[in-house]
């Protein structure tokens, strides 16, 4: 399974942005999917996640803001971005875990997609 995440840009403070992670390849199963952000010499940080049923958690800076979904269908995952601040400014990541046609069990990521705010 390989994801391509898309969607980013510049957009103004206040402004939304919707990020698509497209899903291609043949698994057993797509479990868990997330988004993940990292700002300019920042670690990494989980911003998102949905598991298979369709529960959702939020990083604290977030929530109210961000919106995530899924296709099960597709197996692709979406991140709805409103009210985007400049603390927003990363490349954003999303990720999937999968269960191989092997039934071994591992963590798929996508390449990033810069979102940049300005002030």
């Known amino acids: 399974v390989q994801l391509q995440a898309s969607g980013g840009g510049l957009v103004q403070v206040g402004g939304s942005l919707r990020l698509s992670c497209t899903s291609s390849?043949?698994?057993?199963?797509?479990?868990?999917m997330a988004w993940s952000r990292q700002a300019p010499g920042k670690q990494r940080e989980l911003v998102a996640e949905?598991?298979?049923?369709?529960?959702?958690s939020y990083a604290d800076s977030v929530k109210g803001r961000f919106t995530i979904s899924r296709n099960n269908f597709k197996s692709d995952v979406y991140l709805q971005m409103n009210g985007l601040l400049p603390e927003d400014t990363a490349v954003y990541y999303c990720?999937?875990?999968?269960?191989?046609?092997?039934?071994?069990?591992?963590?798929?990521w996508g390449r990033g997609t810069l979102v940049t705010v300005s002030s």
């Open positions: 990720n999937a875990s999968v269960v191989t046609l092997t039934r071994s069990v591992g963590t798929v």
């Open positions: 949905i598991t298979s049923g369709g529960s959702t």
């Open positions: 390849g043949v698994a057993f199963a797509i479990n868990d």
